[in-house]
């Protein structure tokens, strides 16, 4: 099974880079995750499309989105208990900030906020940050990540470049 996470979308509009982007990449995931930043309805509801869409709200998006979506969501999938998450602080805190907010017992946090790319345990909690899908920092290219799933366990993690 398939996750792709995304992350900080930044756009006004859905456009010919972001389509490509889902389809060569994100259209057969089992789950597809936004962690925050779609910034506009449009751009949420381009990736509604997808037939297991999840996302939270980031600080970014547009006050209509504030309707449908949470800061902090939860959901399961093939056994895994995931939480889903924007982010705030300092970038130096965030991971820790969101891992603070989903109990223990969670198998993967998704955030977003920094930009950044991480695949780090916070708390004993497996931290992922794809980085942002249109303005990466830190040299990394934009990206999404892709997480393999085998026997309710996540068999790998790989950040996809989509420049």
Not at 61 to 68: F, G, I, Q, T
Not at 97 to 111: E, G, I, Q, T
């Amino acid at each position: 099974m398939k996750i792709a996470v995304i992350s900080d979308t930044h756009l006004r509009e859905p456009d010919s880079r972001l389509t490509e982007i889902f389809n060569i990449h994100l259209a057969d995931a089992d789950l597809l995750i936004h962690c925050g930043d779609c910034t506009t309805f449009s751009v949420w509801q381009f990736f509604c499309q997808h037939q297991n869409f999840h996302a939270a709200l980031g600080n970014c998006d547009e006050w209509r989105l504030s309707e449908r979506l949470r800061p902090l969501e939860s959901l399961t999938f093939q056994g895994l208990k995931i939480g889903i998450a924007h982010g705030w602080g300092s970038r130096s805190q965030v991971s820790k900030n969101v891992a603070n907010s989903f109990p223990r017992d969670y198998d993967l946090v998704c955030y977003g906020h920094t930009h950044i790319q991480d695949w780090s345990i916070v708390n004993g909690i497996q931290m992922l940050n794809p980085g942002s899908l249109t303005s990466p920092r830190e040299a990394k290219p934009a990206s999404v990540a892709i997480l393999e799933i085998e026997n309710s366990e996540i068999a790998s993690c790989s950040f996809i470049p989509v420049d």
